[in-house]
Structures are given as C-alpha cells and as structure tokens.
C-alpha cells in the first residue's frame, strides 16, 4: 500500500514568510509525528499526535510553529515568519496503534529559507 | 534533548568486514529501535528490541541491549556497499504520559568495495 507521502519535497521561501508543509499518514495509523533534520545532524522531535488525545507539542522550538491534523490523517506543520534557522528536513511518521510500534517515515520537506 | 547518543558518528570499512555501531541512552526505556536512513530519503525501520529482551536477530543485523549499562549495539555482518547509509537508534521512553520516540544523531556507515 501507499506509504507516508509529504509536500512539497522542496519548499525554497524568503525569510519572514509563512510555509506550510503537508503530511498524509499510512490509512489507519493513528499516531502521527514531525521531526526536523538539520544537515548532518540527528532527528529533532517537533510534535505528536495519538488519536483523539491531546498533542504533545513538547518539542517546537518556538511559538512560529504550529501543526494540526484534521479527521485523524493529514496534518499540517505551519512555520510563521520563517528564519534563516529554520532551514532543515522536516519528516513526517506515522504508526499504527497505541502500543509502541515502528514508525514509516515519509521522505521528508527539504525547507531553505533566503 | 538528546536521549540516544550513537558511537562512532563516522565508520568506513571494506564491503565483506562487520560494522559495529553502539547507542547509549541516559534514562529507563520500553523498547529500543535501530533505523537507517539513505542519503536524501526518511528513515526505515530495522529492529525493535524490547527493555527485557537482551538480543535479537534479522538476517544480517543482530542488535544487543544492556539496560545495566543503558546502552545497546547495532553489528551488520558480512557488510555490502549498498549497507552505506546513516544508522540511528531511537528510544521509547518509559513514560506513562507517553512520548515520541527520541532519536540519536546517527552513524554515518561508507562501505566501499
């Protein structure tokens, strides 16, 4: 079946605009979670949605980031006023119930921002 | 914050030598997982061990834990130039509220051949 899709693959913006990346889960997988990659560097944890429950918004770096998931499938990572800083890969995972279990991770949204 | 830390960040050997890469992490967990990542593409699953687990097996990869040492191992036997990847272990906090899993900053594996 379809894995973890997400777009734009490349998002080039100018420095204090507004972007908004897209993430479409595995059908069925009920958590769903944003990582930023930074070049060379590991995976920062950003946020993550299980079910119905509250979000854990733990790890956006700042109030410029957002993200929500409408009907429990896609979601959108919304960066305000982007820096220069925010340049990275952004990956979305997701999985597929309560109990921990491997996560499939998409391709990720290379964002550059000049 | 940081939970998994892999050692070495950097290895290079010849295709057909074993590649060891180790993961150590700092607070109690529910499970450990190996992931590996090429070059512009998201990560892919490998191995889950679990907290009471102390080595599984998948074909060519065997991962170990030692939740005494808080630390676990990654060895990729029989290595082959397409193993070349970045290789990361992510950890699964014990926690009751429930968190993401927390990744390392990965080993970058070059098998040349």
């Known amino acids: 079946g379809a894995g973890v899709s997400q777009s734009p693959s490349n998002k080039v913006t100018e420095k204090g605009k507004d972007v908004e990346l897209r993430c479409d889960p595995i059908?069925?997988?009920?958590?769903l979670y944003w990582y930023r990659q930074s070049l060379g560097q590991g995976l920062e944890f950003l946020i993550y949605f299980q079910g119905n429950s509250a979000p854990d918004k733990s790890g956006l770096p700042s109030d410029r980031f957002s993200a929500e998931r409408t009907g429990g499938s896609v979601s959108t990572l919304t960066i305000q006023r982007t820096q220069q800083e925010d340049s990275a890969v952004y990956l979305c995972a997701s999985s597929p119930r309560q109990v921990r279990s491997p996560l499939h991770f998409g391709n990720g949204t290379r964002l550059t921002v000049t | 914050s940081q939970q998994g830390e892999e050692d070495p960040q950097a290895l290079s050997i010849q295709e057909g030598e074993n590649a060891t890469m180790n993961c150590s992490y700092k607070t109690s967990i529910n499970n450990l997982q190996w992931y590996r990542q090429n070059s512009g593409r998201g990560l892919v699953h490998l191995i889950l061990i679990r907290s009471n687990e102390r080595e599984k097996h998948s074909g060519r990869l065997r991962v170990t834990l030692d939740t005494s040492k808080k630390s676990s191992s990654l060895l990729i036997t029989a290595s082959r130039a397409a193993d070349t990847a970045s290789y990361f272990c992510?950890?699964?906090?014990?926690?009751?509220?429930?968190?993401?899993?927390?990744f390392g900053k990965g080993t970058t594996l070059s098998v040349s051949s």
């Open positions: 059908s069925g997988h009920t958590a």
């Open positions: 992510a950890t699964d906090l014990n926690d009751q509220a429930g968190t993401a899993l927390i």
